[in-house]
């Protein structure tokens, strides 16, 4: 694990994972950065109910600066020792968004955790936990092998 003045990075011999903390925005790559995504909000939907096969009509909110951090080098987890970062990011209304990442040696990705919690005063309905939320901005970019048009990928109807 290291921290510098713009985030935490995170890696063992598979992964490689990056929090950048103002704006908070999350990067996951393979160990040579040929496959992965850069620049991930975290975020969720609020004031909705899920529908089954609709889209969600709540309010999006997204996380933007990290309140509090907190790393530990050699964490106990159900899969083993792992890296351990947690983070804490008021999304404003009332809405304080937990995010915790955990890197270990010997198991080959990243378990990633969300909580949203609710200090106002009236309940709140969440529709959905957001861990990868892609902005139309371009601000996040999703990198895979070789050239866009020789990717080819099954589609079963889902």
Avoid at 34 to 59: I, K, N
Avoid at 77 to 87: C, N, V, W, Y
Avoid at 101 to 113: I, T, V, Y
Avoid at 117 to 141: H, K, M, Q, Y
């Amino acid at each position: 694990m290291r921290r510098d003045d713009g985030g935490v990075s995170l890696a063992n011999e598979r992964v490689r994972v990056r929090l950048e903390l103002a704006p908070l925005r999350l990067s996951l790559f393979d160990p040579g950065g040929a496959v992965g995504f850069a620049g991930a909000r975290v975020g969720a939907c609020v004031d909705a109910r899920p529908e089954p096969d609709a889209e969600l009509a709540g309010t999006r909110v997204v996380a933007s600066l990290v309140r509090d951090l907190a790393l530990e080098d050699e964490a106990d987890t159900p899969l083993g020792r792992a890296a351990r970062l947690r983070a804490r990011v008021a999304l404003g209304d009332g809405l304080e968004l937990g995010l915790a990442l955990e890197l270990g040696s010997d198991w080959p990705g990243l378990a990633l955790g969300l909580e949203l919690g609710n200090t106002g005063r009236e309940p709140r309905e969440i529709a959905a936990l957001e861990p990868f939320v892609w902005r139309s901005d371009g601000s996040a970019r999703l990198v895979l092998p070789g050239e866009p048009t020789a990717l080819r990928f099954l589609a079963l109807g889902h």
